[in-house]
């Protein structure tokens, strides 16, 4: 078969090529360049998806794919990554929220954009394939967790429509970690056996540089019944759940992030316990293993990357609004966030936090 593999270079993607070109297959990679030099983020030397260092990261991945023996090719998408990514991240924290980029970034770009551009360019291929730790039933219609839990990427898969995953690939869904970057080493590729992979969402931890000036206003900490605590720097600073950085001290207990009202510009502070939330509600529900005519039922939940998934009864209200009741109040429940819901290791849908309580 002809196949498109998602090639960042890394230990992921690279053996996902490795292995379909020891199968036989006529393997290409596929790149997405998105840095827009409009934007002031400095040169660290950081690692992220996003910067300046972009030229270098994709001279190494050429010199990858040149050592494989397969072809590779650099789309530019930097205007398609601003306006469904970049955008969409600014104008989440502007109104209160906690987006997240990696999860939008598949949504759109890597499964979207980039597919659909290379087909544009004349790539022909049948399937598309990349480096996630996820997995298809065995009749190849849902969506399975990875077989090392530590790794799986379900989660950042969820919002992805069942005409996405049609013609999709995951290689490395029965694997372990471990034993991809021992391939790695067994197949000379001792740089990504030893690569340090750990990458942010930008090649700076300063988020702030991707947004106006006026966009970061600074105004009030406030309690729960209004009463101003101190002064906060602009909302696009905090998150549910935060604690560090808020620079309020002398009280008889530690004070964290539980909502934020971008209309007053409020960041509002509470207590530990204030934290819980025994409801969630979530709008633009994506069904994947859900089928249209189910409007209720039992799920395990993740409400996060890293959150392990949670015992909830949920119910589909009117315009696909979905409300989960956790069988244990959970912490920090976010808006902005994505939860997904899961039966067993089958990927029933998600859809984006709008509130908890």
Same mark, same amino acid.
Request: aromatic residues 10%; glycine residues 10%; neutral net charge.
């Given at each position: +078969?002809?196949?498109? !593999?998602?090639?960042?270079? *890394? ?16 393997? !290409?990679?596929?790149? +997405? ?10 040169? /660290? #030397? ?20 040149? &050592?494989? *023996? ?18 969409? %991240?600014?104008?989440?924290? &502007? ?8 999860? @939008?970034?598949?949504?759109? +770009?890597?499964? $979207? %954009? ?25 009749? $190849? ?32 869904? /029965?694997?372990? &970690? ?16 030893? @690569? ?25 900490? !406030? ?10 720097? $602009? ?5 549910? *759940?935060?604690?560090? $950085?808020? *620079? ?15 209309? &007053?510009?409020?960041?509002?502070? #509470?207590?530990?316990?204030?934290? %819980?939330?025994?409801?969630?509600? #979530?709008?633009?529900? /994506? ?33 696909? @609004? ?5 069988d244990t109040p ?12 899961y039966n067993n ?13």
């Open positions: +078969m002809k196949i498109a !593999v998602g090639f960042s270079g *890394g230990v992921d993607s690279t053996m996902v090529a490795l292995l379909l070109k020891q199968q036989g297959h006529d393997v !290409v990679g596929i790149t +997405m360049s998105l840095w827009d030099p409009s934007f002031q983020i400095p040169l /660290n #030397g950081s690692k992220g998806c996003f910067g300046p260092e972009e030229s270098k990261t994709l001279a190494v991945t050429q010199k990858t794919a040149e &050592k494989l *023996g397969i072809r590779h090719l650099i789309i530019p998408l930097a205007k398609q990554y601003k306006q469904s990514v970049i955008d969409y %991240f600014r104008d989440e924290y &502007k109104a209160g929220r906690t987006p997240n980029p990696c999860v @939008k970034c598949n949504e759109l +770009m890597k499964f $979207g %954009f980039l597919l659909n551009s290379a087909k544009e360019m004349g790539i022909d291929f049948d399937y598309f394939a990349t480096g996630h730790y996820a997995r298809f039933s065995e009749e $190849g219609h849902h969506l399975r967790t990875a077989v090392d839990q530590t790794k799986d990427q379900t989660y950042f898969l969820s919002r992805l429509k069942k005409e996405q995953l049609k013609k999709v690939l995951f290689p490395l869904g /029965n694997w372990k &970690k471990e034993d991809v970057k021992k391939l790695a080493l067994d197949n000379g590729f001792e740089e990504l056996f030893y @690569k340090n992979e750990s990458q942010d969402f930008i090649q700076c931890g300063d988020y702030s540089l991707l947004f106006n000036p006026e966009d970061i206003r600074p105004g009030s900490f !406030v309690d729960k019944e209004g009463h101003v605590l101190g002064s906060h720097q $602009g909302i696009i600073y905090y998150t549910i *759940g935060q604690r560090k $950085g808020l *620079g309020i001290g002398g009280l008889k207990e530690p004070l964290f992030v539980t909502r934020l009202d971008p209309v &007053k510009n409020e960041v509002v502070l #509470g207590t530990h316990d204030e934290l %819980f939330s025994k409801h969630l509600i #979530g709008t633009n529900l /994506n069904r994947l293993a859900l089928e249209d005519h189910v409007t209720e039922g039992q799920a395990t939940v993740k409400i996060r990357h890293g959150h392990k998934a949670v015992p909830a009864t949920f119910s589909i209200e009117p315009e696909e @609004k979905l409300h989960v009741v956790f959970q912490l920090s429940v976010t808006p902005g966030q994505t939860v997904t819901l290791d089958i990927v029933l849908g998600s859809a984006v936090i709008d509130s908890g309580y």
